[in-house]
Structure formats: C-alpha cells, structure tokens
C-alpha cells in the first residue's frame, strides 16, 4: 500500500489532516509580525564620553584612544569607530551578525569598566554605552509643542514624562529630545563692576555655589517623639539669586545683583526645533538592533493616549513622522498581490481544464501549501515582510504543478475506462515517484541560498526557508488531499455536457497548437539561423548580464525624506538657525511635503526630515521629490544642502549628511589636515 491509497481510502483523516495544517496556518498568520524585511541589522553600540572644555586632539589622545585600545581585545568586531569633537567623544563598535546584541553590551561596559583607570581624572561623568546604530533614522518621531507655557515647561513633560517611560519599551534603544530647553538661571556679570567692587568671578562662583545646596538638616529626638528637620536650601528661581551676597566691602555687603543681570533662561540657548514651523520639542524614537520596527512602533503608540491624559490641555502631541506606516502599506499591496496571483493561477486552470470540479481540485493545494507555510514560519520566528511574501507569491507558481500532474493521470486512468476511485490509486502509485523527485528537485535549487553568509545570506535565509516549506507542503498536499478529492469528485468525459464556452475555448486551443505545429516546422527546417538566434540571445544575456547597474537593494519609497544643512565653520548660532529655518520652509512648500521637522544643535551642521503625502495623493516617489528640490534648496546661500532617501537597511554604523561618503586614514593628524581640502 502506497501513502496515496492510505489517504484515498481514509477520505476523513485527509481532511482532517489538512484543515489541522489550515487551522495551525491560519491561527501563525495572525500572530506573524510585521517587518519590511528580514532581521540583518550589524549589532552596533554607540559609546559616548565627555571632558567639557577639551580640544577634538585632547578628546582623541586621552579618551577615544584608551577606550579603544581596551575594546579592540572583544571578540566579534568587525569595525570601530570615533568621532572626536569639542568636549565630547563618540565612538562606534559594530560587531558581526553572530554576535548577541546584549552580550556584546555586557562585554562594551566590562572594557569600559577596565578602562577607567586611563582615563582623565576630570571627567565629570564615567563613559556610558547605547544599544543603536547612529547611522539609522528614527523609527518614530513625536512632537510636542505649546503656544501657552515657556519651552522649558514643555521640555519638562518631554524629558521626564514621555522620553523615559518610552525609553522602558521593548525594543527602544534610546529617545533623543530636539531642541530641549532645559530651564537655568544665567548670571551675566559686568566685568566693570567687578572691578569697581575688586571681586573676583571665582569668588561670584563660590558664593553662588554655597548659598544654594541642598544637605541634611537633622533630627531632633525627644523622649516620646521624633522629628525629622527638612530645610531646602536649593534656589529655584532668579528672583532667589538675586540677593545673594557675594562678598563684603568697607562693611557693606555686595550682592549679586549689584554686579550683573540674573536672569531666567535655559542651560543651553544654541539648541532651537521647529515643527511645521512652530517652535517645539521634538522626540526621535530609535530602535534596537535586530528588534522588529512595526512592533516597537505599536509599543509606543500604546502609550500615547495615556500620555494625552496625562499633559495639560495646553501641550499638543502629535505623531511627526511613523516609519511603520509604509511598511504596513507596502505590506499590504504585497499581499494583495500574492491573493491576485493565487486567483489568476486558478483562472488559468480552469481556462484549460474547463472544468470546475476538475479546477478546485488541483486550485486546492495553493491556500493549502501557503497558509500552512505561515504556521513554519511562525516556529522558525520568521515575519512577514517583503521577502517572504514574495516567496509565497513565487510558489504559487511552483505548488500547483504537482496537483496538475496528478489530476491529469486520474483524467488520463479514467478516459481509459476506470472507475474514479481505481484510478485514482493507479494513477498515484505511477506518479508518486515523480511528484516526490520533482519535489525535492525544486527544493535542492534553494539549498545553496540556506548556506550564503553576510548580510545577502541573512536576507535570503527567510525567503529560500519560506519557498521551500511551500513545496515540500504542496507536494505532501498533492499525494494525499489531491488524489483522495480526484477519487470522490472527478467525473468522467461522458458523465459531463459541454457548452458553448467548453468547445470555444477548446476551438481556441486547436487553433494554438496547430500555429504552434507550423512554427516548430520552420524553427526545424531552418535550423542552422534558429541556432544562430539561440546564440545570440545568450551573448546577448551575457552582455546585459555585466552591463547593466548593480546595486544592494533598490530605493525605496517610504515617504520619508532626511537632510543636513552644513554652513561654514565661523557661522553663528543665529544666523545658523534662520538660514536653516528658510531651507525647512523650501522644502514644506512643496505640494508632495506633508510635515517637516528642524532642530539646530549648535556648530555649523543642522537636520531636518520631511513626511510626505500618502502615495496616492502625490504623485512624484522621494527619489524624484528630491531631485526638485535640489536647485531650490541650492538658491538659499550660505549652507550646502544634503538630502537622502533613507536605504531600507543601515550597514554601516557611521553618520553621513549624503548617500556616499570618502573615509581618509593616516597616522599623521596634520597629514589628513592638508589633504582633506584637496580632495574635496
């Protein structure tokens, strides 16, 4: 007894078996997540230090260089890098794709740790870690802003109520706030009145520093009761510093306020972020490393109407910009397309069988076949994104051949005058062989893909795992449902009446084949010029083979758009700022420009990103968006411009303001110096 006769003569079994792998299926799908593509990111960490005060050089000799050497002797990594600038230092330790992402933090702070030895005494605060690539956009931006209370307020709710509790969601690497406005009390002294009072700006320092602290006061103990002393010495306004005396002179006190203006202000002044053009506070959401970007996104979208509840109705929050939304589209349209193909596959069938019955039978092993790969892909961890839809979409193709060819040697058994369910059992122990060769024949083509390495072997892994489990399921499906639904609902050449439609169709058919007769003829009488064309359809293969453009992974359409503005390196803060808000207003002008949001950070580089218009409200793909806004961003003076469409997947772990970017290496600093400006 062959495994199709045990099936056939268990008709229940069969449908039991197969609705349980229909029902498993069914049950993954909704539990899949949702990605644009398979996992594959570097698992990157971004170690920041800070010495306030120090030179880039200073930076790089006594902080980026000591912390270097310690995490060159961690296993796994496959690039580091620093970026040294005044007071700060970052750097970047991307490791390979076999590395755990958690481990390797553990590694980073142990080193960090063993570092701390070398490292400047005067460091205000020890090195600290993060989980994230900084060559990678945001996968969430939120803006807050206020039209009612100061922006130090505003960044108060941004900071401790929204930044943190979005920073404990799985899968969130860090929260950047924009243009924060941390609220400072300045002093600005006048250099003439400290010299007519004879006081020095170290003695303003000291006496600032010792009015205003914030010590235990103590406990006063009684036989019956205790009590605990709260006094706040902590100043918290200007109005607070102002009587302050910061020495004595002839007898008389000097206050603060005698020698200079105490103001209320921000610690920082030279950050500034607009949204829609309206000053506010601006919260880039990143992710971790190989964490899915539609889950973490649904996360923190949980958090929002809690988050409205709880701000004041003064402070808006809106969404600025949300990556998952082109990734669910996009999703969206691919499984559209993989429903449209199952349909036309079904259609084609039936155009040539011309027979429902007949249609069904073999039509039933496409849902089969893919909706009980989504349960495997479940197991195995696996989402649903590009590539593994396109996988399903390809095996469309490839999971109903098996069933034609069963289903055509039941019709063949049967035209010989066998009952259906004998013809059944004849036909599937003549073809089972081949349906099982022709199976494993079609999955030894994806076997080499399983085996790639890098990141292409980490893209493909998803999609050959995916289109493989859809054949090996659609050949089980076409040696068991298939032959057992031939054996039941086949119906014989006498047993049917025809139509209009069945001899039309078959009339058309003749008329193929007979041309196609007449075209085999001249194709066999003229052999020697049918060569020659085969001959040049392969050189010209070749040909378009090495001449046409290569790339990673096509430009994508996501409706996202980021830029850096970069002005000369003795521009101020201010005239920074106006020139980069001109350049946001250029590109919101723009009819396919939803949102912009700016921020300024202080130097001569600032950011701005764009969320364009839903795709079928525009008509223009980023890519093209782009190139019409170059000549107009170009005619603002003063900054240089660098817009880019975001790649769908971040390689590399460094921040560059274009699409490609030129890394000059030398022992000698001045050596890069000189040469630097050369090459540029």
């Known amino acids: 007894m062959n495994l199709s006769q045990l099936f056939i003569q268990r008709p229940i079994m069969t449908v039991l078996v197969c609705f349980a792998i229909v029902l498993f299926g069914a049950v993954a799908f909704r539990a899949l997540p949702v990605a644009a593509l398979p996992s594959v990111d570097y698992p990157t960490i971004q170690v920041n230090a800070a010495l306030p005060g120090a030179s880039p050089e200073t930076m790089a000799s006594t902080v980026a ?27 970047t330790v991307q490791f390979t794709l076999d590395r755990s992402i958690d481990a390797a933090a553990q590694d980073v702070q142990a080193h960090i740790a063993s570092a701390g030895g070398r490292l400047p005494p005067s460091m205000p605060r020890p090195p600290s870690y993060q989980k994230v690539n900084p060559a990678e956009q945001a996968v969430l931006y939120l803006a807050l802003s206020s039209d009612s209370l100061p922006l130090y307020t505003v960044t108060d709710y941004a900071d401790i109520m929204l930044a943190q509790r979005i920073s404990m969601v799985s899968g969130v690497s860090r929260v950047q706030v924009y243009g924060e406005q941390k609220y400072a009390v300045r002093v600005q002294l006048d250099p003439d009145k400290l010299a007519a009072h004879n006081i020095g700006i170290d003695e303003v320092q000291r006496a600032i520093a010792a009015s205003n602290t914030n010590l235990p006061t103590g406990q006063l103990n009684g036989e019956k009761q205790a009590f605990t002393i709260e006094s706040s010495g902590t100043l918290a306004k200007a ?12 007898g008389t006190p000097v206050r603060l306020e005698q020698l200079g203006n105490v103001i209320d202000s921000v610690d920082n002044d030279k950050l500034i972020a607009w949204m829609n053009n309206v000053r506010g506070v601006i919260l880039a959401i990143n992710r971790q490393p190989g964490t899915n970007t539609v889950e973490v996104v649904d996360n923190v979208r949980r958090l929002l109407p809690q988050f409205q509840r709880e701000l004041p109705p003064s402070v808006r929050l809106s969404v600025a910009f949300d990556q998952s939304r082109s990734i669910r589209n996009s999703i969206r349209d691919v499984e559209f397309t993989l429903l449209l193909t199952v349909c036309i596959v079904i259609l084609v069938i039936f155009l040539f069988l011309r027979n429902i019955s007949a249609t069904l039978i073999p039509g039933a092993a496409v849902p089969f076949s893919i909706v009980g790969t989504f ?49 059944a059992v004849s036909a599937a122990r003549e073809i089972g062989f081949t349906i099982v060769s022709m199976t494993i024949s079609l999955v030894a083509v994806f076997i080499p893909v399983l085996f790639l390495g890098g990141v292409v072997g980490r893209l493909l892994h998803e999609f050959s795992v995916t289109i493989v489990v859809a054949i090996l399921i659609s050949g089980f499906v076409s040696l068991t449902l298939t032959p057992m639904l031939g054996s039941r609902f086949l119906k014989s050449e006498h047993e049917t009446r025809h139509g209009f439609l069945y001899r039309a169709l078959g009339g058309g058919f003749d008329l193929l084949l007979r041309w196609y007769e007449v075209t085999l003829k001249i194709a066999l009488r003229y052999s020697p010029i049918t060569l020659a064309v085969a001959i040049l359809m392969l050189v010209g293969t070749g040909y378009l083979f090495f001449t046409m453009p290569t ?130």
Do not use: C
């Open 65 to 91: 260089t000591p912390l270097e050497r310690e995490f060159s002797t961690i296993a796994g990594i496959q690039q580091m890098s620093s970026t040294n600038s005044q007071g700060s230092t970052s750097i």
């Open 239 to 250: 109005a607070d510093y102002r009587p302050i005396i910061v020495a004595w002179r002839n």
């Open 375 to 423: 349960a495997v892909m479940y197991l195995l961890g696996y989402s649903l994104n590009y590539l593994s839809l396109m996988a399903l979409t390809l095996s469309v193709g490839f999971v109903v051949d098996d069933a034609i060819v069963m289903l055509e040697n039941i019709v063949r058994h049967m035209e010989l005058g066998e009952t259906r369910m004998h013809a």
């Open 551 to 680: 790339g990673f992974i096509p430009s994508q359409d996501s409706g996202f758009m980021f830029g850096v503005t970069q002005g000369p390196q003795d521009i101020s803060f201010e005239s920074m700022a106006r020139h980069h808000r001109a350049i946001a207003e250029v590109v919101r002008a723009d009819p396919n420009v939803q949102e912009v949001g700016a921020f300024v950070v202080g130097g001569n580089q600032a950011f701005f990103f764009a969320g364009m218009k839903p795709r079928a409200e525009r008509i223009l793909s980023v890519d093209q968006i782009i190139e019409e806004l170059r000549p107009k961003v170009a005619a603002i003076p003063g900054l240089f411009t660098f817009m880019q469409n975001p790649p769908p997947i971040t390689v590399s772990g460094q921040n560059s303001a274009s699409v490609y970017q030129l890394t000059l290496q030398s022992a000698s600093l001045s050596e890069i110096y000189t040469w630097a400006p050369q090459l540029a």
